[in-house]
């Protein structure tokens, strides 16, 4: 019996699959079995009407009992991306064409003229063909481009069915593409383009100094200010201090979009760090991920790069408490009936809040309308857990006018982007052997190797934790903060200097 191999996406990685066809004679019958979702289904009226009108013969002029087998079956099938392989098994089968069906896998939907349209996941499904030893990949032509990060495997684009009937049976050519490499980023412009350079925001010198800090080591950042000060303003230009992505964190988080159909011909993968903001009133399973056979939530989108929480005491309680997991871990399990999936989710959390209710709690220009019990309310939605894994809290007030005129350009994105690399490749270097990137990567083990201090910045830490009871957590987060503040300044030991700025971006600090 005839095999054609394809594929399937369960979580975030690909699963080869065998499609089969059996004709016998009996009733006439079309049926697709291999536990097939309703779109899977429904493609057999899609299927048949493509090969009609690519000149072969449907299966329901056959008179003939066809059914359709994908393999594994206990694996849930979902998606169009089986249109190409279940009506070249049928062709196969029914004889109507001959090919060498070995070493060679295939994917698409086929539209009702027999067009081959694009499918989510073909950077994974090639990934896993290379894997598994297929080093023919026919996939279509509007997915091509994202197929060639591939190396070491012939990619073949495919516009319809007749050009791969036709190329198949030898009687046209169609050569494989040349792969992509590094030297083609430069080529691309895509992912977050922001349009805000540091030295444009005038004041604000202490949030830009912790967003520096929170990009360098991965830090999470708590912005707290009155409406209008500059807030997400600030979050968005962070993008623009974000070190450039290695070639292995492009794919990773390529992998990422091409699975969550967010990627297209002319942008195939994601070269800048991703800048994911959701809407405060966003769901738990848009946020972590969520589905039938579960595919990326924002907090995934947002790996190795941004995610911007706005208005953060808004965003529903239980979709706050979800971020435990992720923040502490860089990973978020996503459980389902009969499988479990871990997705990456090691991203920055930008969170910016107002002070109470009408924003102006501790304004000294603007009178604060909220009693105290709303002001504790309000700030009581974020719970103890969540704050916990807060790196840096930043006041953001009002900007002066003198500070708003000022024409002075320090401190430019490009300036500051050249600080953070430096900062980022001591990381890369101290954690080679580690398998980790970041200082705020390290466990117990690696802080207390690499995060030794002084005398001072010792009794600095000891009355910090005795009067401001910080967990163990909080302890530990210091550790790091001030092991990238010393990075930053290319220090290899910590100092109590490096301490006391760590422990300035704690809330109501008192030393």
């Not at 201090?241 to 993968?269: C, D, F, N, Q, R």
């Amino acid at each position: 019996m005839n095999k054609v191999f394809s594929a399937a996406i369960t979580g975030l990685e690909a699963e080869l699959i065998e499609v089969e066809a059996d004709l016998s004679s009996g009733l006439r019958f079309f049926s697709i079995v291999g536990l097939p979702d309703k779109s899977v289904e429904e493609s057999k009226e899609r299927i048949a009407a493509a090969i009609k009108n690519s000149g072969a013969e449907p299966p329901h002029k056959q008179n003939k009992r066809v059914i359709i087998n994908l393999a594994p079956a206990d694996l849930r099938k979902e998606g169009s991306a089986y249109d190409l392989p279940i009506a070249l098994s049928f062709l196969l089968s029914s004889g109507q064409i001959k090919f060498d069906e070995k070493d060679k896998l295939f994917v698409g939907e086929l539209a009702l003229n027999g067009e081959i349209r694009r499918a989510n996941g073909v950077l994974p499904i090639c990934l896993m063909a290379k894997e598994k030893g297929i080093t023919n990949v026919f996939v279509p032509k509007s997915n091509s481009n994202e197929a060639r990060l591939v190396r070491d495997i012939n990619i073949f684009p495919i516009e319809s069915l007749v050009e791969l009937i036709a190329f198949l049976e030898n009687r046209i050519e169609i050569k494989p593409l040349e792969p992509f490499g590094e030297e083609f980023l430069e080529g691309f412009e895509i992912g977050f383009q922001p349009s805000v350079d540091m030295a444009y925001i005038k004041g604000q010198e202490n949030a830009k100094r912790a967003l520096e800090i929170a990009a360098s080591g991965n830090h999470n950042v708590l912005m707290t200010g009155p409406p209008g000060s500059g807030k997400t303003l600030l979050a968005k230009a962070i993008s623009t201090i974000l070190p450039k992505m290695a070639w292995s964190e492009i794919l990773e988080v390529t992998k990422i979009y091409s699975i969550a159909g967010k990627l297209s011909h002319k942008k195939p993968l994601i070269h800048q760090r991703p800048f994911r903001s959701p809407h405060h009133s966003a769901s738990e399973a848009s946020l972590i991920g969520g589905g039938g056979i579960a595919r990326p939530g924002e907090i995934t989108l947002a790996h190795r790069g941004i995610l911007f929480l706005d208005e953060f005491p808004e965003v529903h309680r239980d979709v706050l408490e979800s971020l435990r997991q992720p923040l502490e871990d860089g990973v978020i399990h996503v459980a389902r009936a009969k499988a479990s999936y871990t997705f990456p989710a090691r991203f920055t959390l930008i969170a910016a809040m107002n002070p109470c209710p009408c924003g102006y709690y501790g304004d000294p220009e603007k009178q604060c309308t909220c009693n105290q019990q709303q002001i504790n309310k309000y700030q009581r939605r974020v719970s103890g857990p969540i704050m916990d894994r807060i790196d840096l809290y930043v006041e953001v007030p009002h900007v002066k006018y003198e500070k708003l005129t000022d024409e002075n350009m320090e401190g430019s994105s490009q300036t500051i982007r050249k600080k953070v690399e430096k900062a980022r490749q001591i990381q890369i270097e101290r954690f080679k052997d580690d398998n980790i990137v970041t200082n705020s990567e390290m466990n117990i083990p690696l802080i207390k190797k690499h995060c030794r201090t002084d005398e001072q910045g010792e009794r600095l830490l000891r009355n910090a934790v005795n009067n401001l009871h910080m967990s163990a957590r909080g302890y530990h987060r210091i550790l790091k903060l001030a092991r990238t503040i010393a990075d930053l300044a290319e220090s290899p030991s910590i100092t109590s200097q490096h301490i006391a700025e760590a422990l300035q971006y704690r809330p109501k600090v008192e030393i």
